[in-house]
């Protein structure tokens, strides 16, 4: 069966540091894989879309990036991070319509 | 541009009863329409999946129904149980593609 992993479950960082957020998918080849995230008052928002390694497509622009180094891993990255990046950061997969999301990480940017 | 929503943004129901949730959505050309639960503080759960060419879908004491041409979507439970206290999500494709666009939810209470 396949499972989702993300890490950590939650962050807690300053205003202006770094972030990577790690979503890996076990037991699939070749997903189409998804950040999105979901603020305090707000909908869930699709971030970030992944058809295959190297090919990410940006929904929304932001202080944030993507990338995908392998087939079942899928990175979320800032380089500084900013007060309204707090959320949390949902990561999911799609073997082909239906999608199924990860656990969740919890980040707040002080 | 796809735009979702979800009405009433919270309802509480005593248990045993049958209800219903809504959905619209602004783009009828949708590729597949999607329901979700969601626990707090947790990732979502895929619940239903109604294909654009499909008018319903049935998993248990859980039914979805599609009208494209109003541009709705409607998540039966029957027999509520305190344990389907949840937020309930529905997500429209967009342009005809897999990427989701995603309601703000209806946040559901079963009182026992």
């Known amino acids: 069966s396949q499972t989702i992993h993300q890490w950590p479950a939650t962050l807690v960082q300053p205003v202006g540091s770094p972030l990577s957020l790690e979503c890996t998918v076990e037991?699939?080849?070749?997903?189409?894989l998804y950040w999105y995230r979901q603020a305090a008052g707000r909908g869930l928002q699709l971030l970030f879309y992944?058809?295959?390694?190297?090919?990410i497509s940006s929904e929304v622009p932001q202080n944030l990036s993507a990338s995908r180094p392998q087939d079942r891993q899928f990175i979320l990255s800032s380089k500084k991070l900013l007060l309204s990046d707090s959320g949390f950061y949902l990561c999911?997969?799609?073997?082909?319509?239906?999608?199924?999301f990860g656990p969740g990480t919890r980040l707040t940017v002080l | 541009k796809q735009e979702v929503t979800q009405i009433p943004a919270a309802l509480s129901v005593p248990e045993g009863e049958n209800l219903v949730l809504n959905c619209s959505f602004t783009?009828?050309?949708?590729?597949?329409l999607q329901w979700f639960r969601q626990d707090p503080g947790k990732g979502l759960t895929s619940l239903l999946l109604?294909?654009?060419?499909?008018r319903e879908q049935t998993s248990g004491r859980l039914n979805a129904s599609l009208d494209k041409s109003s541009g709705r979507s409607t998540l039966y439970i029957a027999a509520s149980q305190p344990g389907d206290s949840a937020t309930y999500l529905c997500?429209?494709?967009?342009?005809?593609?897999?990427?989701?666009?995603f309601g703000k939810g209806t946040k559901l209470t079963v009182n026992p």
């Open positions: 997500a429209a494709s967009s342009g005809g593609s897999e990427k989701l666009v």
């Open positions: 783009d009828s050309a949708i590729y597949n």
């Open positions: 992944s058809v295959g390694i190297g090919q």
């Open positions: 037991g699939t080849s070749n997903p189409n």
């Open positions: 109604i294909q654009s060419s499909q």
């Open positions: 999911a997969w799609s073997p082909s319509q239906r999608q199924f």
